[in-house]
């Protein structure tokens, strides 16, 4: 089963997964670009579940779901796909080196959604990496974040 839900997690549509395919819509034009998740949850296990942003903004998001979910088709859309396919690298980064600290660890993340933040800091993906990330960054990131988000007109 899968739904659509606004980013407190609140479900606003469900549908059902056929053969790995499912459809929805939203307003045929979109002014001002938002973020959505996209919840898919095991029929087996209620417990076992995914939540994955949506960028809804005109044009058609293609979703393609295997043993990786792949997400294109609009701007912001391939910016979420760029956005996990980092964090990916940044997780296999980590997991390459020897004798890394958990210290070590925190700073590789945090400088990662640092980062990721500020480069969408002008859009809804970037207000929503800021919402779901920003408790993960260390205090020297959160104060570099703050700075930057501060000195925008």
Same mark, same amino acid.
């Given at each position: /089963?899968?739904?659509?839900?606004?980013?407190?997690?609140?479900?606003?549509?469900?549908? &059902?997964?056929?053969?790995?395919?499912? =459809?929805?819509?939203?307003?045929?034009?979109?002014?001002?670009? %938002?973020?959505?998740?996209?919840?898919?949850?095991? +029929?087996?296990?209620?417990?076992?579940?995914?939540?994955?942003? *949506? /960028?809804?903004?005109?044009?058609? #998001? +293609?979703?393609?779901?295997g043993e990786y979910i792949r997400i294109t088709g &609009?701007?912001?859309?391939?910016? *979420?796909?760029?956005? !996990?396919?980092? /964090?990916?690298? $940044?997780?296999? +980064? #980590? /997991?390459?080196? &020897?004798?890394?600290? #958990?210290?070590?660890?925190?700073?590789? !993340?945090?400088?990662?959604?640092?980062?990721?933040?500020?480069?969408? $800091?002008?859009?809804?993906?970037?207000? %929503?990496?800021? +919402? =779901?990330?920003?408790?993960?960054?260390?205090?020297?990131?959160?104060?570099? *974040? =703050?700075?930057?988000?501060?000195?925008?007109?």
């Open positions: /089963m899968a739904y659509l839900c606004d980013t407190g997690r609140h479900p606003i549509d469900s549908f &059902t997964i056929v053969d790995g395919k499912f =459809e929805f819509a939203v307003a045929d034009s979109v002014s001002q670009p %938002y973020a959505l998740l996209l919840q898919l949850v095991d +029929r087996e296990d209620s417990l076992n579940r995914m939540d994955m942003p *949506v /960028m809804v903004e005109n044009g058609e #998001v +293609r979703i393609a779901l &609009t701007p912001l859309n391939d910016a *979420v796909q760029h956005f !996990f396919d980092g /964090m990916q690298a $940044c997780k296999d +980064r #980590v /997991m390459a080196q &020897t004798d890394i600290t #958990v210290d070590e660890i925190r700073n590789a !993340f945090s400088g990662f959604y640092r980062e990721q933040i500020l480069l969408n $800091c002008d859009n809804a993906l970037g207000s %929503y990496i800021y +919402r =779901e990330y920003f408790s993960r960054l260390l205090p020297s990131d959160r104060e570099a *974040v =703050e700075s930057q988000l501060n000195q925008e007109p």
